[in-house]
């Protein structure tokens, strides 16, 4: 019996965004378990498998209700599991998120997938903002986001952090009110 083919979603010109699926649990785990992803919140590193589960759960429980959220990214010509990603409700607006295997990063596919996402995003609900929220220390996924013409929005000390110098920042791809902003911000 021939290999079932992951679901592809969108396809970018070196991506496979593909609908999560509980079968992709021990791809996400190795990739949500390596401290080098976290290395910028280590606190949400995954120890369990049971973590990934819950958050592949919640990814698809966003897909049934708004359309749209957190791809498995894999590389178009392979197949192979390098991420996860996409653009998630909370509250009033899309979050971005994601995260790639340490072999990945670096080479410009956290470009191209953030660019997807903001694309379907904006396809599935125009009116709702789109931010990017990072810690002040990830220059790279601030580079990220202002390539992708988000701005800063909001900077200051990140109530949720364990760590009490981490600063929080907020992109957005429009101005939010502060009814938004609260909203996302604790």
Not at 32 to 40: F, I, K
Not at 110 to 124: D, F, M, N, R, S
Request: aromatic letters at 6%; one cysteine or more; hydrophobic letters at 40%.
């Amino acid at each position: 019996m021939p290999e079932e083919r992951p679901r592809i979603d969108l396809r970018t010109d070196r991506l496979a965004l593909c609908r999560p699926s509980r079968d992709d649990l021990d791809e996400l785990f190795v990739i949500a378990s390596d401290p080098r992803v976290w290395t910028h919140y280590p606190a949400l590193r995954h120890t369990d498998p049971s973590q990934t589960l819950a958050t592949i759960d919640r990814w698809l429980d966003g897909w049934n209700t708004h359309g749209l959220d957190t791809w498995t990214v894999r590389l178009a010509e392979s197949s192979a599991v390098i991420g996860y990603g996409g653009c998630s409700v909370r509250g009033e607006v899309w979050n971005l998120g994601y995260r790639l295997a340490p072999g990945a990063q670096g080479r410009g596919y956290a470009t191209e997938l953030a660019a997807a996402a903001l694309q379907q995003a904006i396809a599935v609900d125009p009116t709702r903002p789109i931010i990017a929220r990072l810690l002040e220390h990830n220059t790279v996924s601030e580079r990220v986001a202002a390539k992708l013409g988000m701005a800063l929005v909001h900077r200051a000390p990140d109530a949720e952090n364990p760590n009490p110098s981490a600063v929080r920042l907020i992109y957005s791809d429009r101005p939010l009110t502060a009814a938004q902003l609260s909203n996302i911000v604790p």
